[in-house]
């Protein structure tokens, strides 16, 4: 289906909103932390509950590393956007042109990038890209090098122009066409780093928050779809090795940041029961109450959150020799 002939037919299936969310970083200093956050498509609710409260509380952190989904929800909270996530999600999570199988048989691709790219934030829900580039606060986005097999983290300078990037980094393999920038081909940066923590402590900072989208008793497996894979990216040997081991890399790196925040080192927020929320989750129910835990486990740790920031840096070794 011709895009544009997509685009049109979205705006006309809905009203343009009325929503306007205030800039919530305006008046507010910056905290000397970065926040990483994880991906994990719509159970990046839950980081969206936890930013929400953030931004409630007024906690506004220096620099954002975020991965697919927490690409997204990062980018709204450096526009200072509360409640939009949820918001959107809700909103638009049982249209198939948003994120559905069919969307990918359709478009090429799950998540549909001409609804959520192009016809919410330019038509429908109008993203205040201005309050972006004027925030304080960076984003980086970790999108995967197909070429290379590592990640590519790219620091935002323009909210428009840098969109590719947020797409890149919400690709997910399979389902998702590939994407291409400056001779760079691209895709969701969760194989090549799930969890940026290492990346965050190379930028020099001493704090670090880390939203993870999968509770503490999580252990992931080998990837079922590896012959498919196999096939799929054959061109691409370096990035096939990545998809097959990435759920060591993923356990290695979850079980580190758990030991980092035991030393005081990063302060992981995660959900307190196994997720029940599947990556193109269609019932509003279900989305709404990950957020509602979102929100309620960082109000819970708010506390021993600003306990943590509040007291001196931790030393240590080095990241890679500590995951």
């Known amino acids: 289906m011709d895009s544009l002939t997509l685009t049109q037919e979205i705006e006309a299936d809905y009203p343009r909103a009325e929503v306007n969310f205030p800039v919530a970083w305006r008046g507010h200093d910056l905290t000397h932390a970065n926040l990483v956050l994880e991906g994990g498509a719509m159970r990046g609710l839950f980081t969206a509950g ?3 409260y953030f931004m409630d509380r007024g906690l506004f952190c220096e620099r954002v590393i975020g991965v697919s989904a927490g690409a997204l929800m990062g980018y709204n909270y ?46 429908l829900d109008p993203f205040p890209y201005d309050a972006f580039d004027a925030s304080p606060m960076e984003l980086v986005t970790v999108a995967s090098n197909l070429v290379t097999g590592e990640a590519d983290y790219h620091r935002f300078t323009d909210a428009r122009a840098d969109v590719p990037y ?33 990346y965050s402590m190379a930028t020099g900072a001493r704090k670090h928050i880390v939203v993870c989208t999968q509770d503490a008793s999580y252990v992931k497996g080998p990837n079922k779809l590896m012959p498919v894979l196999d096939r799929r990216f054959a061109d691409y040997p370096r990035f096939l090795d990545r998809l097959a081991n990435r759920h060591f890399e993923y356990n290695r790196v979850s079980r580190g940041v758990d030991r980092l925040h035991e030393q005081g080192r990063a302060f992981v927020i995660r959900p307190d029961h196994p997720v029940e929320v599947a990556s193109m989750e269609k019932d509003q129910a279900k989305l709404l109450a990950l957020y509602e835990e979102g929100v309620a486990v960082a109000a819970r740790v708010w506390d021993d959150l600003e306990a943590y920031l509040a007291a001196p840096a931790v030393d240590g070794p080095t990241p890679e020799t500590l995951l």
């Open 50 to 52: 936890v930013l929400d």
């Open 78 to 123: 450096v526009a200072g956007q509360a409640g939009r996530g949820c918001y959107i999600n809700l909103k638009y999570c049982t249209d198939w042109r948003y994120l559905s199988l069919k969307s990918f048989v359709r478009t090429g691709n799950a998540f549909g990038r001409e609804m959520s790219f192009d016809a919410i934030p330019n038509v």
């Open 166 to 198: 947020l797409i890149a980094s919400s690709s997910m393999p399979l389902v998702s066409e590939i994407v291409t920038i400056g001779g760079k081909q691209l895709l969701d940066g969760g194989t090549c780093d799930s969890i940026p923590i290492t």
